[in-house]
């Protein structure tokens, strides 16, 4: 079963806005804080945004800052991200994960522990 479900993708002219939602499938679990990133056809899984339940902190990519906004409910482990002003490079499968472990970087894949299957983004001009 996968711990963590995504929802809201679709298909969205340039400029416009869509909603991702994350949250715990079945599976009880605390984190320290969740993530969400992206995949593009080809490329490498790369950093999107995070939040700290602890302190509320949020951390965004510099491609998407001021764009996009993360935010969540911590005791619920459920993440999401507002995407406005949307951009064809912004076109991937966007995956929602969850930290742990208190992940020392914050911007690594390989720190988070569990992950949805992912939603898909396809940004048209």
């Known amino acids: 079963q996968v711990p963590l479900v995504e929802s809201g993708g679709g298909l969205v002219q340039a400029g416009g806005s869509l909603r991702l939602s994350c949250a715990a499938s079945?599976?009880?679990?605390?984190?320290?804080?969740m993530g969400w990133f992206r995949q593009a056809p080809g490329k490498e899984r790369e950093f999107v945004a995070a939040?700290?339940?602890?302190?509320?902190?949020?951390y965004y990519a510099d491609s998407v800052k001021g764009r996009f906004t993360i935010s969540g409910d911590g005791p619920r482990n459920a993440v999401y991200l507002q995407m406005n002003l949307l951009k064809p490079v912004d076109t991937a499968v966007y995956y929602c994960?969850?930290?742990?472990?208190?992940?020392?970087?914050?911007?690594?894949?390989?720190?988070?522990?569990?992950w949805g299957q992912g939603t898909k983004v396809t940004v048209v001009s």
């Open positions: 994960a969850a930290d742990l472990e208190a992940a020392a970087i914050l911007e690594s894949p390989a720190e988070y522990d569990l």
């Open positions: 939040i700290r339940w602890s302190v509320g902190s949020t």
């Open positions: 079945g599976r009880t679990f605390s984190s320290y804080g």
